[in-house]
């Protein structure tokens, strides 16, 4: 298996274009639902692009050391949401589709749990992998050669509290939040 870094820079590019492809589609949503963790950074963006409600849905497949072990899903109880109803037409997002379970058996459970709200449900990702068992409607690049993906905010998980406090700079030890600007799509 390759492996595949983003940097931060990349990373809001990513997004900005997953956006551009959905609003290019022509489709009307009115609800975005992010899977977290992965999702969320994708659909707080994508939620103040379009300026539409976010939902969260708490899931995790991910185990193990470098958490690179697939186990069980696991679903939240609920969405986390601020608006009293969840939208017809929502938009699922994460940050990428890898076996594709994970997917699929959210759109399952969306429809048990709030199928007598939404009529319709489409799905967006960073990338798609080959190995995934199911398309999404939305993505940014095809991974043929399905590599690990190093996304920037994993220099958080092997950040060490002690040192961060004793830093006298008040800079992140592990990366900048923001390598430079970023141009955001008229």
Known sequence: MS???VSWTEYHQK????????????????QIICLARGGLRVGDILSRIFDLPLAILATSSYRGPGKQSRSSLTFSRD????????????????????????LKRTLTWLDRHYGFYVDEVRTAVLWYKACSIIAPDYYVDYLSDNPWIHQPFEAYEHMNLADLATTTSGEMTATSVADEPIDLIS
């Open 3 to 5: 492996d595949l870094h």
């Open 15 to 30: 997004i900005e274009q997953l956006a551009a492809r959905i609003y290019q589609s022509g489709w009307e949503f009115n």
């Open 79 to 102: 969405l986390t949401m601020t608006t009293p109803n969840l939208g017809s037409h929502v938009l699922l997002v994460d940050d990428l589709v890898d076996s594709g379970e994970s």
